[in-house]
Antibody
Framework: QVQLVQSGAEVKKPGASVKFSCKASGYSTYYIHWVRQAPGQGLEWMGIIDPSGYNPEYAQNFQGRVTMTRDTSTSSVYMDLSNLRSEDTALYYC??????????????WGQGTLVTVSS | DIQMTQSPSSLSASVGDRVTITCRASQGISNYLAWYQQKPGKIPTLLIYSASTLQSGVPSRFSGSQSATNFTLTISSLQPEDVATYYCQKHNSAPWTFGQGTKVEIK
C-alpha cells in the first residue's frame, strides 16, 4: 500500500522560510507533486519533481520562492518555500502521480502539513 | 496557461437525483482531464481520469464524458455519501491546473 508521510505543522513569521518533507513507502519511484489548499479554498498546484530528482518544474506563481528536491536513498522529497506571507497560510500536500507516466493524474496523497504564517 | 472553468460553483440536489458538473478548458487538452472528490475535512481522492476512465474502487454511479474542450462529471443517482467538493484537473502538461471546485449538497 502506497503511503506518503509528511512533516508536522509549522508556524512561521512573515518573511521566513519553511521546509516540508514527504517520505514515501510501498511504491515505485513515481513523480511527486506539491499542492496547497488555503482555508476554505480550492486546490493549487505548486510543482513537480521527477523520480530522479532532477528537473523540477514549478508553477509560475511560486517561481523564485520554491525549491523541490529529492533524496532517492531515503525515498524522501522536500520542498522549501521562502519569503512567506500571510497568504501562504494553507495545508500543503505531497501527491504521487498515478503511474510512472509524467502526464498521469494524481494518485496517492500525503496527510498534509499545515503552515500558519502570522506575525 | 490553460484555464479550467467549472460550473456550477455549488448545487443542492435530492438523494437519487442525477447530478451533472461541467468543466471547460480554455484550449485543447485532448482527454487529459481528471475529476477528484474531496469530502469535508478529508484529502481529495481520484474519481476519473483521461476524461472517462473510472479509478479502481469508485462506484459506477460516477461517470465522465467529453465533447471537445467541455468535460462532464455525472453522478447518476446522488447518495448522501457523495456530499463533497468536486474538482476537475488537466493532466496533459504543466501546470496541472484545477478547476475552482463544485460543492455538492443534499437538499
Amino acid at each position: 500500500q502506497v503511503q506518503l508521510v509528511q512533516s508536522g505543522a509549522e508556524v512561521k513569521k512573515p518573511g521566513a522560510s519553511v521546509k516540508f518533507s514527504c517520505k514515501a513507502s510501498g511504491y515505485s519511484t513515481y513523480y511527486i507533486h506539491w499542492v496547497r489548499q488555503a482555508p476554505g479554498q480550492g486546490l493549487e498546484w505548486m510543482g513537480i519533481i521527477d523520480p530522479s530528482g532532477y528537473n523540477p518544474e514549478y508553477a509560475q506563481n511560486f517561481q523564485g520562492r520554491v525549491t523541490m528536491t529529492r533524496d532517492t536513498s531515503t525515498s524522501s522529497v522536500y520542498m522549501d518555500l521562502s519569503n512567506l506571507r500571510s497568504e501562504d497560510t494553507a495545508l500543503y500536500y505531497c501527491v504521487t502521480s498515478l503511474s510512472a507516466i509524467r502526464w498521469s493524474p494524481f494518485g496517492y496523497w500525503g496527510q498534509g502539513t499545515l503552515v500558519t504564517v502570522s506575525s | 496557461d490553460i484555464q479550467m472553468t467549472q460550473s456550477p460553483s455549488s448545487l443542492s440536489a435530492s438523494v437519487g437525483d442525477r447530478v451533472t458538473i461541467t468543466c471547460r478548458a480554455s484550449q485543447g487538452i485532448s482527454n487529459y482531464l481528471a475529476w477528484y472528490q474531496q469530502k469535508p475535512g478529508k484529502i481529495p481522492t481520484l474519481l476519473i481520469y483521461s476524461a472517462s476512465t473510472l479509478q479502481s474502487g469508485v462506484p459506477s454511479r460516477f461517470s465522465g464524458s467529453q465533447s471537445a474542450t467541455n468535460f462532464t462529471l455525472t453522478i447518476s443517482s446522488l447518495q448522501p455519501e457523495d456530499v463533497a467538493t468536486y474538482y476537475c484537473q488537466k493532466h496533459n502538461s504543466a501546470p496541472w491546473t484545477f478547476g475552482q471546485g463544485t460543492k455538492v449538497e443534499i437538499k
